[in-house]
Every structure is written in structure tokens, then in C-alpha cells.
């Protein structure tokens, strides 16, 4: 018999049709009465498959990507893409060495086993080994995930408010001042 565990692992272009999968089943999940549920029906996995792709084959030596694969011990072959997360230099930002947390998704089947915890702390380590030392990420104020990046010593920081198909909504950012404790998570 076998248990399943998840390994997180460094993203690569042949991972795009899985990230694809992920973002648009989390934003179908996530957003529903959020945003406007045009948005939600018109998100396309071929379309999405083909941005990732390109995101990752072109991603700077500052831009990381990762992704949580369902595994099973006992087992050699991997499982399916569950979730990932992005991260780079912080967009628009004036700070030196500060980086941000650009996208952190994971399937619904997969909240709350610590792997949203595994793939932030997993880009945290490698934006601190490139000489990063604080991170910030924005998320929608209705997002209930918020509260995971408090619980991840993450502090309130700003607010701004983004078109999205149309209808405004609040973002609003979460920083660590010290993005090597947060790395250390993924040392342990």
C-alpha cells in the first residue's frame, strides 16, 4: 500500500499544460462572485497552457517558478501538477532587493497539507540565494486566502484597486521584511 505525499520541485516548460490546469480551476474555485463570472467562464487551459509556456522558457535568472506534483511512497512515478507558485523582482517597486510573490495556486483537493507553505517558502529561498531580501505579494481583498499569508508572518502593507474584466476590485499586500526566515521554512 501506498501514501500520497506531494514533492515540490522546480517548473519547467513541459509543466505548462498542468500550471495552466491549476490557475484556471483555482480561479473558477476562488472567484465566484468576486469577479465577474464572465471572466471565470471565458479562462481558456489551451490559451493559459500556451502563456506559461512562454512565461517559462522565457523567465530571467531573477524569476523562479515551482510546483507541488502529487507523489506516492513506495512509488518512483510522479503524479500530477497540484499546485505551483511564481515569484521575481518586485513589479513597479522602488525597493532594492525586495521580491514578490506573483502567483500561488493550488487545487481545492490540496488546501491545508502545508504545500502552499512548501512552494512559497521554496521561491523565498531561491530570491534570497539571488540576493533578495524582503518579498511582498498582492491578493484580492475578498480572497479568503489571506489569512494564510498572515499566518506566514506576513504583514499588511498596502492596497490598491485593479480592472478586473471590467469591474474594479482591492488588492491589497502582504510583505516580509526578513525573506531569509521565510526561506528557511524550505531548509528544514
Known amino acids: 500500500m501506498t501514501s500520497a505525499t506531494a514533492a515540490v520541485r522546480k517548473?519547467?516548460?513541459?509543466?505548462?499544460?498542468?500550471?495552466?490546469?491549476?490557475?484556471?480551476?483555482?480561479?473558477?474555485?476562488?472567484?465566484?462572485?468576486?469577479?465577474?463570472?464572465?471572466?471565470?467562464?471565458?479562462?481558456?487551459?489551451?490559451?493559459?497552457?500556451?502563456?506559461?509556456?512562454?512565461?517559462l522558457c522565457r523567465a530571467k535568472a531573477n524569476e523562479t517558478t515551482f510546483v507541488a506534483q502529487d507523489s506516492f511512497v513506495g512509488?518512483?512515478?510522479?503524479?500530477?501538477?497540484?499546485?505551483?507558485?511564481?515569484?521575481?523582482?518586485?513589479?513597479?517597486?522602488?525597493v532594492a532587493r525586495r521580491a514578490e510573490l506573483y502567483t500561488l495556486y493550488l487545487l481545492e483537493t490540496h488546501h491545508r497539507r502545508g504545500l502552499g507553505a512548501a512552494l512559497v517558502a521554496a521561491c523565498a529561498a531561491q530570491l534570497s540565494d539571488s540576493g533578495a531580501d524582503s518579498m511582498v505579494v498582492w491578493v484580492l481583498a475578498q480572497n479568503r486566502a489571506r489569512g494564510f499569508y498572515k499566518a506566514l508572518g506576513g504583514t499588511r502593507h498596502g492596497n490598491k484597486t485593479v480592472l478586473v474584466g471590467g469591474k474594479p476590485v482591492r488588492e491589497v499586500s502582504y510583505l516580509w521584511r526578513d525573506l531569509e526566515s521565510l526561506a528557511a521554512l524550505a531548509r528544514r
Open 11 to 55: 517548473a519547467n516548460a513541459a509543466d505548462a499544460s498542468a500550471i495552466a490546469h491549476v490557475y484556471v480551476q483555482s480561479w473558477r474555485a476562488t472567484y465566484p462572485g468576486v469577479l465577474p463570472a464572465r471572466v471565470l467562464q471565458d479562462m481558456n487551459e489551451v490559451r493559459e497552457t500556451l502563456a506559461w509556456w512562454e512565461s
Open 75 to 94: 512509488q518512483d512515478s510522479q503524479g500530477p501538477v497540484v499546485g505551483f507558485a511564481s515569484a521575481g523582482p518586485e513589479r513597479g517597486g522602488s
